[in-house]
């Protein structure tokens, strides 16, 4: 077992990793943890300036929502080609490949780092400074705090399961993630402009695809069956699909990931 995942070994090189963000990416992921604040100083010195009543005034909704949309992009677009892009050139790649860690201990890391520690850093601390401007703006809400106790799909329907809009949200960056981690390990060069181009080629394939599927099928059998569902299978059938497409692309790219790094070559 040793020779697959060791833990004493696997929490040293983890360790490493970590000091790693923390040098490579540290300044920008306090950026992005305080981003509600530099939005929110940002929009009330703007309402200062070109309001007409010439007052601190800040939407609440409106800076969370910025807030949080700019912090999650930046993130998504800087943090593999800066954290892990060095891997695919011949000096800093080929020191990392003489390190005595196995493929899945490395991927292991990669994907704790990656999908869950730094954007729930990143989360967390917008939820934790939109609190801290509702302590000095009392006209101030924190509307990111509201959405933890708030299902995604609240006075809608009981049959739907209650998903918390943060997990939501966490799960939406994390799938984006680690489509960027592979192809910063993939790409020698423009990383996050061959991911993004890449992701768009795939979308416009899968939707293509679903639309020779769908269009080679009869449209009266579709309704026939669509009307003849009643609604809990329906959402029964909608998420038993979400959750195997999503199962599927975390799967499909962490197992591109562990061969990527296992067959990575200078």
């Not at 943890?33 to 703007?46: D, H, Q, R």
């Not at 677009?77 to 892990?84: G, L, N, T």
């Not at 029964?236 to 990931?257: H, R, T």
Request: proline fraction near 2%; include cysteine; charge should be neutral.
């Amino acid at each position: 077992m040793s020779n697959v995942f060791n833990i004493k070994r696997f929490w040293k090189y983890f360790r490493f990793d970590l000091r790693n963000v923390a040098d490579r990416y540290g300044i920008s992921l306090i950026i992005f943890t305080i981003m509600p604040v530099i939005v929110y100083l940002i929009a009330g010195s703007f309402a200062v300036m070109f309001d007409e009543s010439h007052m601190w005034h800040v939407d609440a909704t409106s800076c969370a929502t910025s807030a949080i949309s700019i912090a999650l992009v930046s993130m998504v677009f800087s943090f593999s080609p800066k954290m892990y892009g060095y891997l695919t050139s011949k000096q800093g790649g080929s020191t990392w490949a003489m390190m005595p860690v196995t493929t899945l201990e490395k991927l292991v890391s990669m994907l704790i780092i990656s999908l869950i520690l730094v954007p729930g850093v990143v989360l967390l601390g917008n939820v934790l400074f939109n609190e801290v401007i509702t302590l000095f703006d009392h006209s101030y809400t924190n509307e990111l705090s509201i959405l933890f106790s708030k299902s995604f799909f609240e006075g809608s329907t009981p049959l739907l399961v209650n998903i918390c809009p943060l997990f939501s949200i966490w799960l939406e960056a994390a799938e984006l993630m680690i489509f960027f981690l592979l192809g910063a390990l993939v790409f020698k060069k423009a990383k996050a402009g061959k991911s993004f181009l890449s992701l768009l080629l795939l979308i416009m394939l899968f939707v293509l695809a679903i639309f020779l599927i769908f269009g080679s099928l009869d449209d009266d059998r579709i309704e026939d069956y669509l009307f003849s569902v009643n609604e809990e299978t329906a959402v029964f059938l909608l998420n038993a699909i979400v959750n195997v497409a999503l199962f599927l692309w975390f799967a499909v790219l962490a197992i591109a990931l562990f061969f990527r790094i296992k067959r990575i070559k200078y």
